[in-house]
């Protein structure tokens, strides 16, 4: 079939543009037919499409006796932490028996380099072995290398929990030694990072749609109706997003979600609802093409969060130094709370469609921790999930894969491959690795 050459051709940067007050202001676009020279049928089949790479963490480990699925291969059956994910089980794949090679002074530390990065913590602080430093890049960082000139942003970071050690402890993305990629924890600064630029104020957010509508009309008018469909569909998803992130709460006497500055509550993190703002907004950011690689930290190494909605009082990894039921009860609930926020993402991920699958199908989403329980700190029995389709580049459906103490790098290679097939390694000196974990790729 020949490509129409009647519709319009838009660049994949194309950017809704306006004035407010005499400020440029612009917006991103979803992916739109008009963006690509592909055939309708190339289109529909994700022929072209981008990939994209998201890694989720949350600190402290999890509880593996209620973690680790009772069979291995597809159809296996939810665990309790895994429960959540019960309407996307099919995109996922959990690994268990990997071991991580970062074995030093600081087990959080390494743990974190060992699961998103496959190089040991370096330039220690011998009054404060908190304050290390992976000795290369965090694996977003080698598969931003090669996708992320194409796209508006080389990559993005947000965080949910303000509650972190401090340090090298702090940051899940790494260029390279002392080189971190803080996580940007204010929607309203992610949000104006996206759409608005850095430093706008409350007001000029609330009139972006006003100040771009001119310039969409136009562009509409030039559309096919699948693409028309597409821009209303973003337009009003980006009205929302911004209505929720600026909503103040009115004023009475019932207790209110805070707004989504995440500011805390009397103390208490909103966890929440940041988690939810965080990936409606890292969602929007993969449609629009303006970042294919994210990363987000639920919380922070060690994990000094306290997760209130469970009942506790005390943070995390003090309570992970508890045996009692009580405790181990907690813990377990936090890592519930944990997973409702990936599911979450997941879901958002799966509904959004592309070509004639969904967002979902064409990104790979990595889930892990620092250590696999906090009690112990052990590089032994990682918690590993694998979920999406990277443009049939990973098994649908998804299975439970267990193999007992091999590297966890083959793990971060096998990511970073299905969205990049050129990276041909990850890892320096224990952690380094060529191999990928085949039994989850096709």
């Known amino acids: 079939m020949k490509i129409d050459k009647t519709r319009p051709t838009l660049g994949r940067r194309t950017l809704l543009r306006g004035l407010v007050g005499g400020t440029a202001v612009s917006m991103g676009l979803p992916l739109l037919e008009a963006m690509t020279d592909h055939t309708a049928e190339a289109r529909a089949g994700g022929d072209g499409l981008p990939r994209r790479l998201i890694t989720f963490m949350f600190g402290n480990g999890v509880r593996l006796d209620r973690w680790i699925p009772s069979e291995s291969g597809p159809g296996y059956s939810l665990s309790e932490a895994l429960a959540p994910l019960a309407a996307v089980r099919d995109n996922c794949s959990v690994l268990s028996g990997f071991t991580h090679q970062m074995a030093g002074a600081n087990g959080h530390d390494n743990g974190l380099y060992g699961s998103f990065s496959g190089h040991r913590g370096d330039y220690y602080d011998a009054t404060d072995p908190l304050q290390s430093r992976p000795s ?45 990629n803080p996580p940007m924890l204010n929607p309203q600064d992610v949000f104006n990072r996206l759409f608005v630029g850095a430093g706008a104020d409350a007001e000029t957010r609330s009139r972006i749609l006003d100040a771009v509508l001119d310039d969409a009309r136009g562009l509409r008018d030039r559309l096919g109706q699948t693409d028309r469909m597409r821009l209303d569909a973003h337009l009003d998803s980006v009205d929302r997003l911004e209505q929720q992130i600026t909503a103040v709460p009115p004023p009475c006497d019932a207790p209110q979600m805070p707004p989504e500055t995440n500011a805390d509550d009397n103390g208490v993190e909103p966890l929440e609802s940041v988690a939810r703002v965080m990936a409606d907004l890292v969602v929007v950011a993969l449609r629009c093409d303006l970042v294919r690689v994210v990363t987000m930290q639920q919380t922070g190494p060690v994990c000094q969060s306290i997760y209130a909605m469970t009942g506790a009082t005390l943070e995390n990894h003090s309570m992970s130094h508890e045996s009692s039921p009580e405790m181990l009860d907690l813990l377990h609930q936090a890592v519930v709370v944990n997973m409702e926020a990936f599911a979450y993402l997941l879901e958002q991920l799966a509904a959004e469609p592309e070509g004639d699958g969904s967002l979902l199908d064409q990104s790979v989403v990595l889930l892990g921790s620092d250590v696999s329980e906090g009690l112990t700190h052990s590089p032994e029995d990682m918690p590993f999930i694998v979920a999406g389709g990277a443009g049939g580049r990973l098994r649908n459906p998804g299975l439970h894969h267990r193999d007992p103490s091999r590297n966890a790098s083959d793990v971060l290679l096998t990511c970073a491959q299905a969205v990049a097939p050129q990276i041909e390694s990850i890892g320096s000196q224990a952690g380094y690795t060529e191999q990928t974990v085949a039994e989850i790729m096709v």
Request: glycine share 18%; hydrophobic share 25%; proline share 9%.
């Open 136 to 180: 290369g890049p965090s694996i977003d960082q080698v598969v931003a290398d090669v996708i992320g000139g194409e796209t508006y942003m080389r990559s993005l970071h947000v965080g949910n929990s303000k509650r972190t050690p401090g340090g090298g402890a702090s940051t899940l993305s790494f260029r390279g030694p002392n080189q971190p």
